[in-house]
């Protein structure tokens, strides 16, 4: 690794203050990147729209002002593009971030992540190290279009190789983000695209628990939901309303979808004998099909129900108009938890 | 200095001619892509790439390994699946990477090695070493998107990739020109703001001025460069490639052009004493038999340990 020529323009990232901060989803993982800019050299972003502008979802805000147009970098469009060049600018000793403005854009770079990022370390022995983030905002429930509102993390997560993380909250973001930026494995950072505004309190010098662990967020021992992303606020939401009612619902939020934590899952299960699984994605061969089939597996003999599955509907994201009707939520959560308790 | 290019033509074309008999004779399992006939444009790129220069290659990519200074047993090793294989017998024939050589790696998805060269010469621009990031690919990847996605990224942003066209006429089975309405592939490269060049790149000299001129770009912060090197491959696309797409007296009238008989030929005709210029060939077929032996008595990889370097 050289060491970079260009002098690093004094980190303007605010000093760590004790105790939380209240922030958006948005400015925590802004806040991420700021102090992962400010703490490497080596850190570099990459994306459409990033730099001058900020990026659409003005996650990467003032960052090109203050660190250079050489560490924020705008990039034609062309994601393949994007990802590549942050292949080789990992191989080059750097820890890029990409930016991939929404979902659906990132299916023009999946050569690039399947048939390269992912397989590089295995193929050379472990002698090449991608330290690649790819940052995507996911899922629908912001009036987009089709392919602004897709949830492909089954793709990533059936791809050995590649870490899949997403985070539920802005602790959890800025946290998520900075571990991400430091592993030296690829990661797919999934940022639940309709909880940006989502205000949370950050504690920057207050570590969330390791990015391959996931974590009860809502502990109960009548019946498990997991969750991810954009469903974690709603299973808590369908907890809250059992625990007036007295019923314990533990929601388990997943945060690492590739490599699961099979431990935390199956300990929950083993007491409450019943599981729901809550994605936004589609049903088939996603994220609760792997987690049921583990479950099944591993706790067959404590289950008192079969598993069941909260998803979006095996359809194409439908257009603005029938989303509420298509994503799931706290309804639907609620209905799954009933038909479970009542095996 | 021409019987140095002989010879370092010679072993990649003896490496080559030593993996299609390992390949047929059992030792070698799986596909595997030579480049036979194409020497001049791997030996000749090289020699003008500085240390800290980055290459990325394809699956026809043996011969440009060797000519970055990787070592054939190594080579042999890898394709065999040894533990002393460049990557421990994981890569193999169309995936091994020696960054210690500046050998980035092969890459079996035509074209995809493009946009990682632009991140290679992102990495030079950023930390001033104004390194070279040189991707070599054939005339067929030239019709894949991601080639064009870089090479205008490389130009939008100045960076120092020197794309090597290694116009085969073939992409992988098919005639180019059948897939292309423009035949001059450099064009492409032109429409996009790149100098590029059409050389043949059967003539050393040809290939070492384009690539020196490229470099020196590269270096000087000048930006990217295309190279349209025409040359042929004189074995089939893989081995068991039974090639009945070739017209008849095709394949002679190469052999005639191919780079080693050419300078076979011209070294005659400079009056360089037929003995030597024979020497250069039987030297490098044993150095490759050596290197190949020595392979085969090493140690298979243990399939026990194909979970591992999946993750840090």
């Avoid at chain 1, 629908?140 to 509102?149: L, Q, T």
């Avoid at chain 1, 802005?170 to 430091?182: D, F």
Wanted: charged share 25%; net charge negative.
């Amino acid at each position: 690794m050289s060491t970079p020529a260009v002098p690093t323009p004094p980190a303007q990232a605010d000093e760590p203050v004790a105790g939380p901060v209240r922030l958006p989803i948005a400015h925590a993982l802004n806040r991420g990147l700021r102090d992962a800019l400010a703490g490497d050299d080596r850190v570099m972003l990459i994306g459409e729209d990033i730099g001058r502008l900020g990026g659409v979802f003005r996650v990467t805000d003032g960052l090109q002002k203050d660190f250079g147009d050489l560490r924020v970098v705008d990039s034609p469009l062309g994601e393949a593009g994007i990802v590549g060049s942050a292949i080789g600018l990992a191989m080059a000793g750097y820890r890029p971030v990409c930016e991939i403005q929404f979902d659906g854009f990132v299916f023009p770079a999946m050569n690039q992540i399947i048939t390269q990022l992912a397989k590089y370390r295995h193929r050379s022995e472990g002698a090449v190290s991608l330290p690649v983030v790819i940052r995507i905002p996911v899922g629908g429930g912001i009036g987009a279009i089709e392919h602004h509102s897709e949830s492909p993390e089954a793709y990533f997560a059936h791809t050995a190789g590649l870490r899949v993380v997403s985070p539920s909250n802005a602790h959890e973001a800025y946290h998520l983000l900075r571990e991400s930026i430091a592993s030296d494995d690829p990661v797919i950072f999934l940022e639940p695209k309709r909880s940006y505004w989502l205000k949370g309190d950050v504690d920057t010098t207050v570590a969330a628990p390791a990015f391959d662990r996931a974590q009860v967020v809502h502990p109960g021992d009548d019946v498990t939901i997991v969750a991810y992303g954009a469903l974690v606020p709603a299973a808590l939401k369908a907890a809250q309303q059992y625990a007036e009612e007295g019923v314990g619902v533990e929601v388990i939020d997943l945060r690492s979808l590739s490599p699961i934590d099979d431990a935390t899952i199956l300990e929950s299960v083993r007491r409450t004998g019943r599981l729901v699984v809550a994605h936004e994605a589609s049903r088939t061969a996603g994220l609760g099909a792997e987690v049921a089939a583990r479950v099944q597996d591993e706790a067959f003999y404590s289950l008192e129900a079969p598993v069941l599955r909260v998803t979006g509907y095996d359809t194409p994201y439908p257009a603005s108009r029938l989303e509420e009707d298509w994503l799931p939520g706290v309804d639907r959560i609620v209905d799954a938890v009933d038909r479970s308790l009542e095996h | 200095m021409k019987l140095d290019d002989l010879l370092s033509m010679w072993r990649i074309r003896a490496l080559e001619e030593k993996i299609r008999d390992l390949r047929l004779e059992g030792p070698i399992v799986g596909s595997v892509h030579l480049a036979n006939g194409q020497e001049s444009v791997a030996v000749g790129a090289c020699s003008q790439l500085r240390p800290q220069d980055a290459l990325y290659a394809t699956y026809r990519g043996h011969g440009w390994a060797v000519a970055r200074g990787v070592p054939p047993r190594e080579i042999f090793a890898e394709l065999m699946g040894r533990v002393t294989g460049v990557n421990g017998g994981r890569g193999g024939s169309a995936h091994f990477s020696a960054p210690q050589h500046g050998f980035h790696g092969e890459n079996s998805i035509v074209g995809a090695g493009a946009p990682i060269a632009v991140g290679a010469a992102l990495a030079g621009k950023y930390d001033g070493s104004r390194r070279a990031a040189m991707t070599v690919f054939g005339d067929g990847a030239i019709n894949q998107g991601a080639v064009a996605e870089a090479m205008n990224f490389a130009a939008a942003l100045g960076l120092g990739v020197v794309f090597v066209c290694e116009n085969n006429r073939y992409s992988e089975l098919t005639p180019i020109d059948d897939m292309v309405a423009e035949p001059d592939l450099s064009r492409r490269a032109s429409a996009l703001g790149i100098p590029a060049v059409r050389i043949d790149g059967n003539d050393l000299a040809q290939v070492r001025t384009a690539t020196r001129l490229a470099v020196e770009a590269a270096a000087a912060g000048r930006g990217p460069s295309f190279i349209e090197a025409h040359t042929q491959r004189i074995v089939g696309h893989y081995i068991g490639d039974s090639e009945q797409y070739r017209p008849a007296g095709e394949l002679e009238r190469d052999l005639v052009v191919e780079p080693i008989a050419r300078l076979t030929r011209e070294l005659l005709a400079d009056g360089v004493p037929t003995e030597s210029v024979e020497r250069c060939e039987r030297r490098a077929r044993e150095e490759m038999e050596t290197a190949a032996a020595a392979a085969l008595r090493d140690p298979l990889a243990d399939p026990a340990t194909a979970k591992e370097h999946l993750y840090a």
